[in-house]
Every structure is written in structure tokens, then in C-alpha cells.
Antibody
């Protein structure tokens, strides 16, 4: 069974940093493209970043202005999202998702990041 | 960036109804479109990719169509578990973008 488990969310002050992790199991992680998608409370889905099997990543949307960096460790079946200079508007549930851009076939349960003073 | 616009933003329907949701892209994306279902408090679930390819395990009452800029998701006979929010997503180019969602209510 495919499982994606996010961790690392929590409460952080504006300007702070946080690193999210996604632990994968039940499939061959090293041959899977991976992604982060977020959802602000009561809002829609927003793509954050993607990383392919070789570790090549797609830059975050301009709205994130390079504050977020995606990475992966195939030996640990894990993906990460380093988030810097966090803003109140970054408050959201962050989902880890498997698949290429044609469709994200598996999703984790999400981890909540709250940015507040 | 490609903008995705879903209409309507919400729709009310009854069990057994046929309903069609619409998604429009700001520029042509051929068939590079996916549809997701999201129930409250849950992660999204991929229903359709490539505009019309049903994912494994998705009931056949769901169907997708369209090409270029205009796409549809049709549910032929609504079941209680289908009341959820539906999102389209363009897969043509980065940044990946989603529609704002259509909430399907009883």
C-alpha cells in the first residue's frame, strides 16, 4: 500500500523557518516524481514545488519568491521542503504527493503549518 | 502562468442527478488536464488525467472530456459520497495551476 506521511508542521513566527518531511513507503520512491501542494484554510489547492527522480526540481511559483526549496533523499525514501522567511499567508496544510504533472496519484494526509506571532 | 477557471463555484444537486462541472484554461493545453475530488478534511484524490482517462478504482459514473481550453467533468448519477469539492489542474506547463474548485452540495 502506498503511504506518504508528512511531518514537521507546527506554529512558527513570521520570518521563521521550518523544514517539512515526507516519508514514503509501499512503492519505489527513487523512480517516482514527487511534489508539494498546499491548501490555505478554506481555500483551494496551490502547487508549491516538484522534484524528479534525479533530484532536478522545478522552481516554486513566483509568489513564493524563492523562499522554499524542495529536496529528496532516495536512500531514506524521503522528500523535504525547506521553508524560509515564512509569512502569515504561508499558513496552510502542506501535502506531499506522488506523480508527475499529468496527475498526482497519491497524497499524504497533510501537515499544518501555522505562521503567527 | 496558465489560469484555470472553474464554473460554477458551487452547485446543489440531488442523489441520482447528472451533473457537469466546467473548467476553462486561459490558453490551450491540449488534453493536459487532471480532475481531483476532495472531501472535507481529506486529501485530494485523483479522478481523471489526460482530460478523459479514468484512474483505477474510480467509478465509471465519472467521465471527463474536452480539449484545448474547455473541459468538463460529468457525474452521471450522483451518489451520496460524491458530494465534495472538485478541482481541475493543468499539466501543460510549470507552474502547475489549479482551478479554484467547485463545491458540489446536496
Amino acid at each position: 500500500e502506498v503511504q506518504l506521511v508528512e511531518s514537521g508542521g507546527g506554529l512558527v513566527k513570521p520570518g521563521g523557518s521550518l523544514t517539512l518531511s515526507c516519508a514514503a513507503s509501499g512503492f519505489t520512491f527513487r523512480t517516482s516524481n514527487m511534489n508539494w501542494v498546499r491548501q490555505a484554510p478554506g481555500k483551494g489547492l496551490e502547487w508549491v514545488s516538484s522534484i524528479d527522480t534525479s533530484g532536478t526540481y522545478r522552481p516554486c511559483p513566483q509568489s513564493l519568491k524563492g523562499r522554499f526549496t524542495i529536496s529528496r533523499n532516495n536512500a531514506k525514501n524521503s522528500m523535504y521542503l525547506q521553508m524560509n522567511s515564512l509569512r502569515v499567508e504561508d499558513t496552510a496544510v502542506y501535502y506531499c504527493a506522488r506523480g508527475d504533472s499529468s496527475g498526482y496519484t497519491s497524497w499524504g494526509q497533510g501537515t499544518l503549518v501555522t505562521v503567527s506571532s | 502562468d496558465i489560469q484555470m477557471t472553474q464554473t460554477p463555484s458551487s452547485v446543489s444537486a440531488s442523489v441520482g442527478d447528472r451533473v457537469t462541472l466546467t473548467c476553462r484554461a486561459s490558453q490551450g493545453i491540449t488534453t493536459s488536464l487532471a480532475w481531483y475530488q476532495q472531501r472535507p478534511g481529506k486529501a485530494p484524490r485523483l479522478l481523471i488525467s489526460g482530460a478523459s482517462t479514468l484512474q483505477s478504482g474510480v467509478p465509471s459514473r465519472f467521465s471527463g472530456g474536452g480539449y484545448g481550453t474547455d473541459f468538463t467533468l460529468t457525474i452521471s448519477s450522483l451518489q451520496p459520497e460524491d458530494f465534495a469539492t472538485y478541482y481541475c489542474q493543468q499539466a501543460d506547463s510549470f507552474p502547475i495551476t489549479f482551478g479554484q474548485g467547485t463545491r458540489l452540495e446536496i
